[in-house]
């Protein structure tokens, strides 16, 4: 049986291997939206044309007796098969040989027993048969370096715009490690297929880390002079990662989210990272050509009009703003702001960029006391998860400056070293009428009155806060601070996408639909994905709807008024965050719902411990709020986005809950003010639209422990990124995980004050 085997199969010809096709990517409407793929294949080079240090390097790292073994590793090939039975993984380690086989047999990648044995047929004779130059040749023309190259001389082009024969010792040994998987290699990153693992620092660190272990071992085996070795320490400078000019502007996002939407999800989708680097697929994206331009246009003018770096370099460089618009009929992804241009800036603004959302978080928050209502501070904490009290925007809370935050049960809650919280409020001012300041829960939505939700938030359970946001469609990994009051005045940092698409639950009375930006992906053979409406009552329409109206108070009378168009109903809510380092505007009429970031943060990937900077000062500004740029810029786009479209009006919203806290105010009494407790030794945070705590973080303003800088504990920083495009399963696992995976983008915030005095 194995010499008919032998027999039956044949010598690859390297000629004929990795012959990717394009992938056609098309608008919602169906029109072509862009063709990419088999444009940079590969091309074939002789092996006198290949360095001596990358084929040394692949030896080295790769199968260190190559020149001497048979072309196959039989333990190899038994542990895969028996892996196979077992329903594990089949692909393991092999020689130099068995990898060149495998991208040459790239027309049958099925893991079954008699692909197995016909790869190890194949790679018998090739051993037995072909020239070990030959086979190098082979293997290194046909391999996969990432972005799209097949072969080193593309890859050389691709990664350091040189031919392969120029390569050096430090780039071949770099190259040689983007062969253990692109994805997880690339200095640049690849967040659109792993936001978390793939991140520029992760993999940067991990390809140093992987580069250097070559270099190493091409110096034990003879391979490499030390002194040559040494000059190799850093990874090599490569360039922009995207030098096809069909990327450009907003079309490599849309690409890049459709891609990831896809890959993230292949299990439904059946599309893997291979298959979508082997092409020939049609995929029928989300996104409506008009709207992506007249949100990209929106942008642009605003910026275009206010942010001058050239005039004020100190405030205006590093500006950056993101977008996304979501249909709550549908879930569908319909235009996004990624960036400037996706050549020049790698990040997709419209995905998780680790800006905090701030006050946005607020509705959440009110959601969760309509839907569970807040918790009898006369019950043990068991019994009183269970019999609660739903609330009423009538409901009653303060609006005080500097209030002493409570737990549900009365007692005042401390942090972990025992220390009081005093919330503060934006201005550093109270809102209400003086003594008790009580407010209503619609006049603290319109003011913005982060005291007031704050205290709803420990009423409620910070637990019930959280259910409520993932349960509109913010990802968990997104989330942070949870346990700490400010939660529920946005220490979080959800993308644009899944903003839009949590306000897009409220907009259609409590349906949630996870965000998505592929509707169908076809081959030659046929279909094969289809995209299903699944769609969760996540809140009641009673819920939803009462939310809905409270934040159309927002726009028509309080934070949001920018954000008014003509003739239409608008619900919406403004973010900014303390140190005034993002703002946002997240909003939505019954037919469109869309979120608009902006936030200054260095551009440069390769620039070690970025962080937010402040925009005190920004395009002329004193400072940056939501209601500013960012509602100006939603309300542009949504103008022309919903042109022609017939006004709608939100659902009438049934009575809801009951008015807790409706006592009487107090009579005032001369014997404290709010002038003497002013003027009382409590710190004073510096003053921002909306002061949030990412309690986690070191305090970089007078906030958290007055002005001294401490460190509050938990890291609260990092791109620590819940995914791409909704949605999002299982990412690929790197082959070398090692090194860190956040982007260090902590904002150093501080919204109350711990310690102090207070009656």
Sequence with gaps: MAGIGYAMVGVPNVADTAKAQNNVYYWADDTEMVSTGGETNRQIINLSQIPKDMQNAVISQENKTFLTDSGIDPMGIARAVYNMARGGN???????????????????????????????????????????????????????????????????????NKDAIELNAGECAFLAATLKGATYYDPAGARSIDPVGATPEANQKRALRQMQDTLGKMVEYGHLDAAERAKHTKLPKVQNPRFNTALSGQIGYLVDLANAYLV????????????????????????????????????????????KPKERPETDTHVQFGGASVDPDTGAIVAIYGGEDATKHFTNNADQTGAQVGSTFKPFVLAAAMKWGVRDPDLEEVQAQDERTKVSPKSLYSGKNKLKIKDYDGSVWRNEKGEEWLQVNDGDKSEGSPPNYQIDLREAMRVSANSAFVQLGMDVGLDKVKEAALDAGILESSLSGTDYPTFSIGTSDPSAIRMAGSYATLASSGKQRDPFSVTKVTDKDGTLFEHEDKAEQAFSSQVADNVTD?????????????????????????????????????????QLSTAISMFRYPDDETMKNRTFLEMYGTGGQESIHGASFPAQIWHDYMEQALKGEKAEKFPTPEPIGEVVNDVPPP??????????????????????????????????????????????????????????????????????TGGDSGNGNGNGNGGGIFGGTES
Excluded: H
């Design 550 to 590: 409270v934040l159309k108070t927002v726009v028509e009378d309080g934070t949001g008024t920018n954000a008014q168009l003509t003739g239409r109903e608008v619900a919406g809510k403004t973010g900014t965050t303390d140190g005034n380092k993002s703002a946002w505007f997240v909003g939505y009429t019954p």
């Design 667 to 736: 009579t005032p009494t001369p014997t404290v003010t709010e002038t003497e407790e002013e003027e009382s030794p409590t710190p004073t945070p510096t003053p921002s639209e909306s002061l949030i705590t990412p309690t986690p973080s070191v305090t970089e303003t007078c906030g958290f422990f007055g002005c001294e800088e401490t460190d509050g504990g938990n890291d609260n920083g990092g791109a620590d990124v819940g995914g791409t495009d909704g949605g999002v399963t299982t990412s690929p696992t790197p082959t070398d």
């Design 264 to 307: 993230n999800n292949s299990d439904t989708t059946g599309v893997t990272e291979r298959k979508l680097r082997e092409g020939g697929l049609s995929i029928y994206t989300t996104f409506d050509k008009k709207k992506v331009k007249e949100l990209e246009t929106a942008v642009k003018k605003v910026q275009k009009a206010n942010i």
């Design 90 to 160: 089949t692909q393991g380690g092999s020689t130099i040989t068995q990898q060149y086989v495998k991208n040459a047999m790239l027309d049958d990648q099925t893991q079954t027993i008699t692909r197995k044995f016909k790869e190890l047929f194949v790679s018998i004779k090739v051993g037995a048969s072909v020239d070990k130059d030959e086979i190098m040749e082979g293997y290194l023309n046909s391999a996969y370096y990432g972005r799209n190259a097949y072969g080193i001389q593309a890859a050389a082009r691709a990664y350091f």
